[in-house]
């Protein structure tokens, strides 16, 4: 994919674009599951998951509704350090994302093997707000933002 996706434009701030209710965070109840066809399976409560190792992640947003911001800086934890904590069986080749409310995404796992694609909970320094997918959302940057859940 080039830079800028063909019937791009570029934007300078995020928009919103969000189906249904925005969640409310609740640190009590919140939770971050890697589960299925995995070794290890895991749990970990949002202290936990801030406690792995935090990476940051420069990339562009593309949004099939026609827009892009370019340059974000997303901070959290790469796909592939889930991938080495929990040790996917060797048949295991899609990964199924689930979002609060409900929202799945499912994709080749070799196209999350990749070091730009980040489990995020900042964005640009700040804390990643709900209306944009917060308090985590992983992101995908070569592919459209809506596999981004």
Request: proline share 7%; hydrophobic share 40%; glycine share 6%.
């Amino acid at each position: 994919m080039q830079r800028l996706p063909p019937n791009q434009d570029i934007v300078t701030d995020f928009p919103v674009l969000h189906i249904g209710r925005i969640p409310e965070f609740d640190k009590k109840t919140w939770d971050f599951r890697a589960e299925g066809l995995v070794e290890y399976p895991i749990k970990l409560n949002y202290d936990e998951f801030l406690a792995l190792e935090r990476k940051i992640s420069v990339s562009d947003f593309h949004c099939v509704k026609g827009w892009s911001v370019l340059d974000l800086e997303w901070e959290g934890v790469l796909f592939m350090e889930i991938v080495r904590i929990v040790k996917p069986a060797a048949g295991a080749r899609f990964a199924s994302i689930e979002a609060d409310g409900g929202y799945t995404t499912s994709l080749p796992v070799m196209d999350l093997l990749r070091e730009d694609v980040i489990f995020a909970y900042n964005l640009n320094g700040k804390p990643l707000e709900p209306v944009h997918g917060g308090p985590l959302r992983i992101v995908i940057p070569k592919k459209y933002a809506y596999k981004s859940a």
